[in-house]
């Protein structure tokens, strides 16, 4: 594409193509370099093999006292973490498009390894809305997750408890957004995340209980073996998901602006300070790279991180916030600096 003279300030529409152009190209030089990219489907299918691996492995390290439960928590929160990214390409169909059986089998298998989401086919529509109206109050997925609420009690209920959060904004939800539900976000989300958060009350329950009054009680052996269970799930499971979808919830509903976004320039930042680096472990640097997907969308994530020195510098020249702290203090709102 044919610029204007550089003395003469670019369109929005002119700076948009320059970002797009340009990480375009760079994908093409990798994918001309390394000739193993041509093999995408397998690529993902082979990350999520080694994910659930990992997942199943720690906890069965755990399960034998091979391994301490911080670290089968911390390890399969990063394997999970690659789980988020696989389900996020297979809603665009990056893996297995023509494929329909092998396509839905890593949907599922990623939905297990993240049981506190929603069905990721219901998500596919929420996920499309979002690229429509990212930045408004009609984007129901980053409005699940925290963004445009100022921080407080219910911003950290929102993004570390999602039942919680959505039930207590339900009718601010269903104001804003058009057919809202409740009903139908539990239905998406049945059987894996109402398990999960069953499991999760459970455990804060019985151990809550326990720790103040436990001393005065004989416990039954049946709820006794039970909580064994319980406990395991959570070391496994729970509490690697917890972290994983805290960190994530965090870093893209700061990431992702609300209210005042009139163009794709604006809906996003590159957020990647380096106090970010616990959550980005939890997440895979998803501040860093999330925003050049806005732009291409059709890219696996892995392409994202190995395109992102080359986009970060073209998407900063042509507007796009880069570290936008202020984010913190409006509630997400973009303002001209």
Known sequence: MKFPDPSVALSVEQRIADIVTTIKAEEQRLREKYSILQYQDWIGFAIMLLSLSG????????YIDAIPAWLCIVSAAIFASLSHELEHDLIHRQYFRKNKFMH????????????????????????FLHHKVS???????ERLVGNGIAYGFMRFLVMFDGLLGMLARRHVLKKDIDHFS????LSAAFPFAVLYFAIFY??????????????????????LQGMDLVNFLVVAVIAPNFIRSGSLNFVTSAMHYYGGVDN??????????WFFAPLHLFCFNFGSTHAIHHFVVGQPFYIRQM????????????????NDFSTFITANRWVHT
């Open 264 to 273: 794709l320039i604006q809906q996003t930042q590159i957020l990647k300070p």
């Open 182 to 185: 409740v009903r139908e976000v």
């Open 55 to 62: 997942m199943v492995g720690g906890g069965y390290l755990y």
């Open 307 to 322: 395109v992102s020195s080359v986009a970060h510098k073209v998407m900063v020249k042509n507007g796009v916030k880069f």
């Open 202 to 223: 459970i455990f804060l329950g019985f151990h809550g209980f326990d720790y103040f009054w436990g001393a005065e009680i004989a416990y039954p052996a049946w709820l």
């Open 135 to 141: 930045g408004t109050e009609k984007d129901m997925e």
């Open 104 to 127: 839905n089998l890593m949907m599922l298998v990623v939905w297990v390894m993240r049981p506190n989401t929603v069905s990721p086919w219901y998500r596919r529509n929420m996920h």
